[in-house]
């Protein structure tokens, strides 16, 4: 589904990412773990270009998106995104942030796109909180807001960036829940995260990645179990 | 203290008031149109746009307003229409208007590029990152929110306008502070159609003032 080809990117001398390369498939969970300064966000915001490469290729579904005749703006609407600071739209009513990008782009009307977003709010128990402004959302409900909104372009994978790294400990859980659930129905992920518990469970691959590369990639079991990489067992050994 | 001659002139002042209202509204919606396009053009990524904004910005706000409204009716090789409409002679209140609206476009802009930069980056990507495309994410995401922040600027702005717009009277367009040189010029007397002059001004940005602050008051209730 995607497939990355010699992926650098340098921001002025910093040279961030140094070669990436990967493929993830249909299905696949796919969780980045590394310690910070490693790439992981960068490597994740590269594949729906927030972060444009210095080089390489990346294609999703066959189309190469950092070619410059491609108008990037169309694969956005299949790749959701779910940040660390939730970015909800503060202005806008819950309701109108899920209903947002699908009125406009996908020019659905108002009562279609309001009765899938009310679909996709009773799937995560927040139906009542259709009118609320986020504002008066807990942190956890903002980023399950958030999940909703790019559910609600239909897309073909989600790109998660340290989910619930902002979130106090006692909402992490809600929060996990729903990816959880949005994975066991067979979503695609790439999932950049501390949650150790998640990768394991959710997780069929983790990549461990330190100074722009990806030093170690398997399943949870074998990466977390048996890590092959000097470096893939300090960082382990220093987080769990 | 005389005040008599209100019951002769007063229609002078009447006159004076609504065309400074009228050329204080149009400068104000020219104003925000221009300030905008200026703005949008300051922060774009094409080095041109950048250059033509930036230079008009620095031109307008390092020129005196007197000299920027002189060029226009005394410089500019273009005629105007020798048109009346009631009352206005649009020969006048044309470039009076085109003046003051390129001078507060200038710093209209100004305000509308601090507001937009103010808005957290993060609500950008999460815009584009659903595939709005750019002129989208400023139209449904950015902007509202921008607007609702510099609301006070942008008051403050239009109280200006109101202010600044009594320079015209140089150009001969019959706005209040024309009208209080001709009464002036008539009765021999400074003081008292000046006062009247200044105590209407008030009026009108005491006003104007307080509607801006219900109206900022209602946007903040979303919140």
Redesign the interface.
């Known amino acids: 589904m995607i497939k990355v080809n010699g992926l650098h990117k340098k921001f002025g001398k910093l040279h961030v990412l140094n070669g990436i390369d990967i493929e993830i498939n249909k299905g696949e969970v796919v969780v980045v773990i590394g310690p910070s300064g490693s790439g992981k966000s960068t490597f994740l915001r590269c594949l729906?270009l927030?972060e444009h490469p210095t080089d390489g290729e990346i294609i999703f579904e066959g189309v190469s998106i950092t070619s410059k005749h491609n108008d990037i703006?169309?694969q956005?609407?299949k790749?959701?995104?779910v940040?660390q600071?939730f970015?909800?739209?503060?202005?806008l009513s819950v309701l109108e942030n899920i209903t947002?990008?699908p009125r406009?782009?996908k020019k659905l009307s108002k009562e279609e796109a309001e009765k899938k977003a009310f679909d996709l709010l009773k799937r995560i128990g927040l139906e009542e909180k259709a009118n609320n402004?986020p504002?008066q959302l807990s942190g956890g409900q903002k980023q399950r807001i958030?999940i909703v909104?790019?559910l609600a372009?239909s897309p073909d994978v989600m790109l998660f960036d340290e989910p619930t790294s902002a979130l106090d400990p006692e909402m992490v859980g809600e929060v996990l829940d729903v990816m959880k659930k949005l994975a066991s129905e067979g979503m695609t992920m790439v999932v950049v995260t501390h949650e150790m518990g998640f990768a394991k469970e959710v997780g069929t691959r983790v990549i461990f990645m330190d100074e722009g590369r990806i030093l170690e990639e398997n399943t949870p079991e074998e990466l977390f179990g048996n890590p092959r990489n000097a470096r893939t067992r300090e960082f382990l050994s220093k987080i769990l | 203290m005389d005040f008599s001659w209100i019951g002769q002139y007063y229609p002078y002042f009447i006159a004076g008031t609504v065309n400074t209202i009228v050329l204080a509204f149009f400068t104000v919606l020219f104003g925000v149109l221009i300030g905008i396009v200026v703005a949008l053009m300051k922060i774009s990524k094409n080095r041109l746009l950048k250059f033509v904004a930036s230079a008009y910005i620095e031109f307008i706000r390092g020129t005196p307003l007197v000299v920027q409204i002189s060029i226009v009716f005394y410089g500019l090789p273009v005629k105007f229409p020798e048109i009346t409409f009631l009352g206005m002679e649009m020969e006048r209140f044309i470039p009076g208007i085109i003046a003051l609206s390129i001078n507060s476009g200038a710093y209209v802009a100004e305000i509308f590029r601090a507001g937009i930069q103010a808005i957290d980056k993060g609500q950008t990507e999460a815009a584009r990152s659903l595939g709005l495309t750019q002129a989208m994410a400023m139209r449904y995401v950015i902007l509202p929110q921008a607007i609702r922040n510099i609301l006070p600027a942008l008051g403050n702005e239009f109280v200006v306008v109101i202010k600044e717009s009594s320079i015209v009277y140089i150009i001969g367009i019959a706005e209040l502070m024309f009208s209080s040189s001709i009464v002036r010029g008539a009765t021999y007397r400074a003081l008292e159609p000046l006062l009247l002059t200044a105590v209407i001004y008030f009026i009108l940005t005491f006003t104007l003032s307080k509607f801006l602050g219900i109206a900022e008051r209602r946007m903040r209730a979303g919140d």
């Open positions: 729906n927030l703006n169309k956005r609407q790749m959701g995104m940040f600071q970015n909800l739209f503060p202005h947002l990008a406009k782009l402004y504002g958030a909104r790019a372009m």
